[in-house]
């Protein structure tokens, strides 16, 4: 699917954040937890490429959204689908030559892998062991693979 | 990495269907009535880790594998093995995978065993990971249960340190999958865990919380008694007070069901009265003895 990268509502995002030649916009996500999708991804200290983050832009749809604008980086979909988690209606566009060449929602993946750090201090993930943390994804939370501990709430302090 | 196509592990009840638990149990019944090849297992060998203490978890799956013509290698400490030496135990997993046909472990971490089902190439067979899980002593509890009565809707009061003790935690999931109606009778602060009451709740299970164990035991028909360690408590005083208000004596047990049995994981401390030992409700060596022929049928499962 080929379409402009400018649409209706993105106009107003303009003015605060210039397009992108090559990346990933991650639009709609939830008013105020762009920079937590940015620390789910894993992106924060360790991309070299420009990001753009703009939070509680005017949204049609959503009242406000936050955007995250990554450049010269085409994120996977285990990647993105961890984004569901805090912001479900979050959706996906894949730029190529300032064209969306590709656009699509989250889901809601089954497991998540060493992005959740597990609550329990007792857990053997809380430990040097080579391994990531693993868990299940609940309708109402996730649980530890390890310990069986479950998060239920506040799940962005859990986030590594 | 892991244990590869088949290898089969048991790190918690939960990975147990009732089916497979009531199968297992009536295989420890027929080694229990010797009907068993005592060469099984003859020429494998059980790596037994231990970096906890222990005496019945240990010895009893020692004396299995003897039974059934295996041997066992052991490691009993931290102190004793390369992990005092900074070894991850994922590391030691795999290094003891290459020296037995099957490991048993206890390690003060929960999540320790699923880790070391990860990384071993043998079974792994979960014998106690800090607070979590403790399959094998789950299924000789079911086991002892099941000698004395059918397990389905009976009413079994769990009593002491249901907070950090594992095996209650352990039998409240399996119960939960026969019907049964779980009373809780615990300190305060030793509760059991809101989210495995509330686990327990949406499979179905009634759990019914009381403050003192008179107002339930003409109701129970299993008394299963944990042990409420010191060191939960601030003082010597304090766990005093609290521990000699579970305590399990011949007088409150008079006004007993006949058929009630009181169960313990064992060691206890002072919530039996050792004059209960001489009692038919006294059902706790005899659960202990039973570790054997409901552990050798473990390593049948996982081993043959």
Redo the contacts between chains.
């Keep these: 699917m080929k379409n402009a990268q400018k649409t209706g509502e993105a106009e107003h995002e303009d003015l605060l954040v210039r397009r992108i030649m090559n990346g990933t916009v991650i639009d709609h996500i939830d008013a105020g937890e762009a920079l937590n999708v940015v620390k789910i991804l894993g992106i924060a200290g360790t991309t070299t490429e420009a990001l753009s983050i703009a939070t509680n832009v005017m949204s049609g749809q959503m009242g406000k959204k936050d955007i995250v604008k990554l450049s010269n980086r085409e994120l996977s979909k285990d990647e993105v689908n961890r984004i569901a988690l805090i912001s479900p209606r979050a959706t996906i566009n894949i730029i190529r030559n300032f064209k969306v060449y590709q656009k699509k929602g989250v889901e809601i993946p089954t497991l998540i892998e060493g992005s959740v750090r597990c609550p ?1 201090p ?4 809380n ?5 990531k943390s693993k868990f299940a994804v609940l309708p109402n939370g996730l649980r ?7 998060i239920t709430k506040d799940l962005t302090s859990h986030i590594i | 990495m892991p244990g590869g196509v088949g290898t089969q592990h048991i790190i918690s009840i939960g990975d147990f269907d009732r089916t497979e638990i009531d199968k297992l149990l009536d295989h420890a019944r027929q080694i229990d009535q010797n009907k068993y090849d005592t060469f099984a297992l003859q020429g494998k060998i059980l790596a037994v880790l231990f970096f906890e203490p222990s005496t019945r978890t240990r010895m009893s799956f020692e004396s299995a594998i003897a039974r059934l013509g295996g041997t066992s290698i052991s490691v009993s400490s931290i102190e004793a093995c390369s992990i005092a030496k900074g070894e991850t135990l994922a590391d030691t997993i795999r290094v003891v995978s290459g020296y037995a046909d099957a490991i048993v472990i206890r390690h003060p971490k929960e999540g320790a065993a699923r880790l070391a089902a990860e990384f071993a190439h043998v079974p792994v067979i979960n014998a106690g990971d800090g607070a979590g899980q403790h399959p094998s002593q789950t299924l000789l509890d079911l086991y002892t249960i099941r000698q004395s009565m059918p397990i389905d809707g009976i009413d079994v009061a769990l009593v002491g340190d249901l907070r950090y003790g594992r095996t209650a935690h352990s039998l409240a999931s399996a119960l939960s999958l026969y019907g049964v109606r779980l009373h809780t009778i615990s300190p305060k602060g030793l509760e059991l865990p809101a989210s495995l009451a509330t686990a327990l709740s949406e499979n179905g299970m009634e759990i019914i919380e009381h403050d003192d164990i008179t107002d339930v035991i003409r109701q129970v028909d299993v008394l299963y008694v944990t042990r409420i360690q010191r060191e939960r408590f601030p003082d010597s005083t304090s766990y005093f007070n609290v521990s000699s208000s579970y305590r399990i004596t011949p007088e409150l047990l008079s006004t007993a069901k006949a058929h009630l049995i009181v169960l313990h994981p064992l060691p206890r401390l002072d919530e039996i009265d050792p004059r209960v030992d001489a009692l038919p409700h006294a059902r706790y060596f005899e659960q202990s003895r039973n570790g054997v022929p409901v552990r050798m049928a473990m390593l049948l499962k996982v081993m043959q």
Excluded: A, M, Q, R
């Excluded at chain 1, 530890?144 to 479950?150: E, G, K, T």
């Design positions: 329990n007792g857990c053997i993930s430990t040097n062991e080579p391994i530890c693979l390890y310990c069986d501990s479950v």
